[in-house]
């Protein structure tokens, strides 16, 4: 249920780019991290979470995608080229 929640508030955009595995996986968790960080933000800014909670959690969630894109980065990502 939480899933399909998830999808309807935060709908995934459309993949515009060269539709490689590296690529897709990073636009993937690159919009996981743009979902979680509004959701840490509407807590912070309802008052169900302080401003330093709410950074460290956003500073962990941004240490986990360094640490995904460090195992991507044999293969480059490319910058995306939507039209």
Do not use: H
């Given at each position: 249920?939480?899933?399909?929640?998830?999808?309807?508030?935060?709908?995934?955009?459309?993949?515009?780019?060269?539709?490689?595995?590296?690529?897709?996986?990073?636009?993937t968790q690159?919009?996981?991290?743009?979902?979680?960080?509004?959701?840490?933000?509407?807590?912070?800014?309802?008052?169900?979470?302080?401003?330093?909670?709410?950074?460290?959690?956003?500073?962990?969630?941004?240490?986990?995608?360094?640490?995904?894109?460090?195992?991507?980065?044999?293969?480059?990502?490319?910058?995306?080229?939507?039209?």
């Amino acid at each position: 249920m939480k899933k399909d929640i998830d999808t309807f508030i935060y709908p995934p955009s459309l993949y515009c780019n060269n539709p490689t595995p590296e690529n897709i996986a990073f636009n993937t968790q690159l919009q996981k991290l743009a979902a979680e960080i509004a959701y840490i933000s509407g807590l912070e800014a309802s008052g169900l979470i302080s401003p330093d909670e709410a950074y460290k959690e956003v500073k962990a969630l941004w240490k986990q995608f360094q640490q995904f894109k460090k195992g991507i980065d044999g293969k480059p990502v490319e910058r995306l080229k939507c039209a």
